[in-house]
């Protein structure tokens, strides 16, 4: 996908790998395609927007077709930190993402004991 603005180049790319986590997600839950689709949506709007994203115009940013309250927040998280923090391996649910400790799995222990 071609960028209009160099400098937003890194903001279109989270939000392609953001949809492709989405539709990797739909495989479980199929409402997942639909978050994954308006997510392409808003990296497809960013990717046109004519001026550097940033903090100072984001409200301008807001007005795209395709570009809501959740998409805001997650430029404005990217903005500010660098990344998204559900890319980073850290799910909204607790437990959940790479980043969630393993749990131990007492069957495993016991089929050992027992082999």
């Known amino acids: 996908m071609g960028v209009a603005v160099p400098e937003n180049e890194a903001l279109v790319e989270v939000f392609q790998e953001l949809a492709a ?3 990797e997600s739909s495989k479980i839950d199929p409402k997942a395609k639909f978050k994954g689709a ?3 949506k808003a990296g497809k709007a960013l990717a046109e ?3 550097q994203i940033s903090l ?5 940013v807001g007005n795209l077709v395709g570009v809501g309250k959740g ?11 660098g990344t998204v923090a559900e890319l980073s391996g850290v799910d909204d ?8 400790p393993q ?13």
Request: glycine share 6%.
């Open 103 to 115: 749990m131990a799995d007492p069957g495993k222990d016991m089929a050992m004991n027992f082999m």
């Open 38 to 40: 308006a997510l392409k």
């Open 56 to 60: 100072a115009n984001l409200k301008e």
């Open 49 to 51: 927007f004519p001026n």
């Open 21 to 23: 986590k989405a539709f």
């Open 93 to 100: 649910l607790a437990g959940v993402g790479k980043a969630a």
């Open 71 to 81: 998409s805001i927040a997650k430029i404005k998280e990217f903005l500010e930190t």
